[in-house]
Every structure is written in structure tokens, then in C-alpha cells.
């Protein structure tokens, strides 16, 4: 890792130019005229998308473009892609924001390729599974919310192909719409190389459990999909208009996110979502945000109880991300989830570098967990769950 991070500062120091062209990502107003762009709008209205309609299409097409002729550049700084020697954690939860998306949430969280490599070997990662959860923006807009998600499949998907051994990702879909979620899904998984599909823990206020999403749950559970599900803000619909519902006036990211965690994987689980569907696996973020904890009041001594307990012994999985090893992941293992089901998640770039080494801290100097499993967290489980389903044998 040391001769990784050395070869990252030579290369920042002698290519200043260098770095203004390819590592911060390029913008413009307009569709480019290129054959991938070509490709991608075709693909798009294929599938009842019309990309050209949007503002937002000629950047998001343009950084598509850019990375995917990147590794063509006789500059291609081969061995700094490399992970470094000692370099095999596997990140699971790992955010790719891109300007243009950032441009329209109005979120100024810049990622470059440059910083994302830097934390990469700062924490001696290997590979870094990317998931932009939401694209509903436009709320209600459903045109908005499945031209976003393509384009952020797309984007995602180029990264991933351009840079194989270091990133892959998990599919964005346009939830609440479940007809078009379902193309979308399939297209990632089937053609775009996506590891599992990424949900919001609301999708314009409809939480996981919903009825509208069962058809959704149907088929990916045909594909034995990974579903990686995200917290966003709550949202309640008002006289027809959405309304941000976090009652505090803390961020929705001190509280707010680890209780839309619970509020959705109770609706999975009283739905009867999380055991009917028995070949999907989850990834819960956070440890499970305040979920268990509400588990023995919400859900009484049943077969149901019973049932869910055993999905979440056998396939959830449970990311580190945030602080979570201190106390919380105590309580975790108190329900009997077997440590073997421990994921690493960094959330970067949404969380500062300098919590993310506090959050390896804590792992490293977690009470409830020895050395040997300490290790499989970040590399051995995340293998054990991706068996089988990852097209790069490497990882
Ligand atoms: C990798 O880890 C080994 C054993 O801990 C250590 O001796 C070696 O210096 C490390 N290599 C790098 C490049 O950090
Ligand atoms: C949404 O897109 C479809 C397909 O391109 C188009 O027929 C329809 O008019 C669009 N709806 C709106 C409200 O723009
Ligand atoms: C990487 O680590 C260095 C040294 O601790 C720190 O200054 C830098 O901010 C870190 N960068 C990232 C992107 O994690
Ligand atoms: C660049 O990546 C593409 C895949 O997108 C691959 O086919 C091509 O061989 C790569 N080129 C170089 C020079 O590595
Ligand atoms: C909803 O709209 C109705 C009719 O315009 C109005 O009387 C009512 O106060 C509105 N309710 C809220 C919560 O804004
Ligand atoms: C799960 O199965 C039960 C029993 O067959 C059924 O009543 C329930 O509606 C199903 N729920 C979902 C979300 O499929
Ligand atoms: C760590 O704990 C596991 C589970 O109890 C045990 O099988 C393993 O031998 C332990 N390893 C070490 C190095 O203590």
C-alpha cells in the first residue's frame, strides 16, 4: 500500500495538466457527438426513455464519454489503479457522485478519481462497490426519475469497465415506478455488469413493504438479486405535494436515516417482503441503523418472528458504515447474527475522510469481535456473498 500511496504522490506532483484533463469530471450543455453517447440514447429510447428531453443529459452524457475513452490516453496511469500490495478490503458501500448529479440535488459533494483512489488506499481498499440511491429528484416527475437512473447506471457502469479490479456497482432504479424499475434492473444486472440493485428506504413515500413494489421484489428474486438498501429523508404527501418530514432540527443524517432503516425493513418484514422473496440477499447499511432494536416490540413471538429472525441470520448483511462498532454492533450480535454476515462500508465521499479512519478505529479496536473476524469483515464476507455473482473472478 505504501509503494501504491508513494507512486499517488509522484504522480499528483509531475502532472498537474495532467490531472486538470482526467481526473476532475468535464461538464457542458450538450449531447456530445460520440458513437458511446449514440449508443446510450439509443439503448434508452429502446426502452421508452428519451434521454434527449433532459437538461441534464449532456453533462451526464459527457462524463460517460470522458470515461469511457480515459484508459485510451497514453498518460493511463496504469500501476496507481493497481490496489496496493496489502490493499484487499472490499467496500460495499461506496457513493459515486458526480457533478452533474450533484448539479441538480443541488449537493455540492464533489468526487474525483483522484481523492476516491487516495481513500482507497488510505484504507487499504481493493475494491469500491458503488450505489447512488436515489434519482427520484423530481418528485413525481417519472420521465425525470428513469432518465436520471439510466444515466446513473450508465455512469456507474463505464467506471466499472474502465477500471474493473478496483470498482463495481449496484444498479440505481426509479422506484415507485415498479414496470420501469423492473427494465432498468434487468438491464443493469443482464448487460451493465451490476453486482445487485440499490434501493432508497422510501421511494416518493412509498417504503419497501408496499404492494406497488411486490412485482419489483418478483423478479428480482428470479435474478436471486443483492438488494442494497439506502436511508434517505422521509417524505409525506401533502395535498398532492411532497413534503421533507424530519420533525428535528438536526440533519436527517444524526437520526432520521437509521430510523428510515427500521421504518423500511419493519414494512419488508410485516409485508412479509423479507421471507416470502427467499433468494434475495440484503445488505443493510449502517449495522441495521435502529432496526433490530425495535424488532422484538413491533414484531410478537409468531412463525412470522420466527421467519424473519432466520432471513436475517441467513441473508442480510450488515455494513459497517458510520461509527457503528463501538456500542452498536453489541446489540447486533446479541440477535444472533453471526459475525460471518459483517460487511465493511466506508460511505464515501458522503463522510469525511476523517471519520472514516475514526469508523476503522473502531472496527480495529471493537470489543465484540477477535482478530481473525476483524479481517473477514472487510474482505472474506463481502467474497463469501459476492461468490458466484461477480463477472471479474479477481475480486
Ligand atoms: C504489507 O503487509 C506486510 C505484513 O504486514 C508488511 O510487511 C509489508 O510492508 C506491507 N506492504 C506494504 C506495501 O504496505
Ligand atoms: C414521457 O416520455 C414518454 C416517452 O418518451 C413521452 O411519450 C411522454 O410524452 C413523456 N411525458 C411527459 C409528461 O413528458
Ligand atoms: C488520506 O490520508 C491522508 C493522511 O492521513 C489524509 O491527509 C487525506 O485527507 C486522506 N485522503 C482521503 C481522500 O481519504
Ligand atoms: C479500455 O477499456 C476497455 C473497456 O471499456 C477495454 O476494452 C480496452 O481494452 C481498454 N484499453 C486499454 C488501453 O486498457
Ligand atoms: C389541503 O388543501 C385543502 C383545500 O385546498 C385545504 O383546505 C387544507 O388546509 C390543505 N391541507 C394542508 C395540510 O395543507
Ligand atoms: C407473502 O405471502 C403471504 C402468504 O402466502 C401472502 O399473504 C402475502 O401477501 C405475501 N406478501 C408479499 C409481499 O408477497
Ligand atoms: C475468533 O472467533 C471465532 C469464533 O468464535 C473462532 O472460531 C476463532 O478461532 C477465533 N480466532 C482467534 C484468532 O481467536
Known amino acids: 500500500m505504501q509503494g501504491h500511496f508513494f507512486f499517488l504522490l509522484v504522480h499528483i506532483a509531475v502532472s498537474a495538466a495532467f490531472e486538470q484533463q482526467y481526473f476532475f469530471p468535464l461538464s457542458a450543455a450538450r449531447i456530445p457527438d460520440d458513437k458511446i453517447a449514440h449508443t446510450i440514447l439509443a439503448r434508452a429510447l429502446d426502452d421508452g426513455i428519451d434521454l434527449s428531453a433532459f437538461a441534464f443529459s449532456g453533462p451526464a452524457l459527457h462524463e460517460i464519454v470522458f470515461w469511457s475513452h480515459w484508459n485510451e490516453s497514453a498518460e493511463f496511469p496504469r500501476a496507481l489503479l493497481e490496489p496496493g500490495q496489502n490493499a484487499t478490503t472490499i467496500d460495499v458501500h461506496a457513493h459515486y457522485a458526480p457533478e452533474w ?186 449495522l441495521g441503523g435502529s432496526f433490530l432494536s425495535i424488532i422484538d416490540r413491533s414484531i410478537p413471538p409468531s412463525q412470522l418472528l420466527d421467519d424473519v429472525m432466520a432471513a436475517l441470520r441467513r441473508r442480510c448483511w450488515w455494513d459497517s458504515a458510520g461509527l457503528t462498532y463501538g456500542h452498536q454492533l453489541g446489540g447486533l450480535l446479541a440477535y444472533d447474527i453471526s459475525p460471518t454476515f459483517l460487511l465493511y462500508g466506508s460511505d464515501y465521499p458522503y463522510i469525511p475522510s476523517s471519520l472514516v479512519d475514526a469508523s476503522s478505529k473502531a472496527i480495529e479496536e471493537s470489543p465484540f469481535l477477535n482478530m481473525t473476524q476483524k479481517r473477514e469483515v472487510k474482505s472474506r464476507n463481502a467474497l463469501g456473498l459476492f461468490a458466484g455473482r461477480k463477472r471479474d473472478e479477481n475480486l
Not at 450533484?102 to 476516491?116: A, E, F, K, M, P
Request: no cysteine.
Open 101 to 286: 448529479y450533484g448539479d441538480i440535488r443541488q449537493d455540492n459533494t464533489v468526487w474525483t478519481l483522484r481523492n476516491q483512489l487516495t481513500h482507497m488506499a488510505n484504507q487499504s481498499i481493493a475494491e469500491s462497490i458503488f450505489s447512488i440511491p436515489n434519482p427520484n429528484i423530481f418528485l413525481g416527475d417519472k420521465n425525470a426519475t428513469l432518465a436520471i437512473a439510466r444515466l446513473l447506471n450508465e455512469n456507474m457502469a463505464t467506471l466499472a469497465r474502465v477500471l474493473p479490479r478496483r470498482f463495481g456497482f449496484f444498479a440505481t432504479t426509479p422506484l415507485p415506478y415498479t414496470d420501469a424499475s423492473i427494465v432498468e434492473a434487468k438491464y443493469a444486472l443482464d448487460s451493465l455488469g451490476a453486482l445487485g440493485v440499490a434501493l432508497s428506504s422510501n421511494h416518493e413515500g412509498h417504503y419497501l413493504g408496499d404492494a406497488l413494489f411486490t412485482p419489483f421484489f418478483t423478479e428480482m428474486d428470479n435474478k436471486h438479486a443483492i438488494i442494497f438498501v439506502h436511508p434517505i429523508e422521509p417524505l409525506l404527501k401533502v395535498n398532492e405535494t411532497f413534503v421533507k418530514a424530519n420533525p428535528t432540527v438536526y440533519s436527517p443524517v444524526l437520526a432520521e436515516f437509521y430510523f428510515e432503516t427500521a421504518r423500511t425493513f419493519l414494512d419488508l418484514a410485516l409485508s412479509q417482503t423479507l421471507t416470502n422473496f427467499s433468494s434475495l440477499d440484503f445488505i443493510i447499511p449502517h
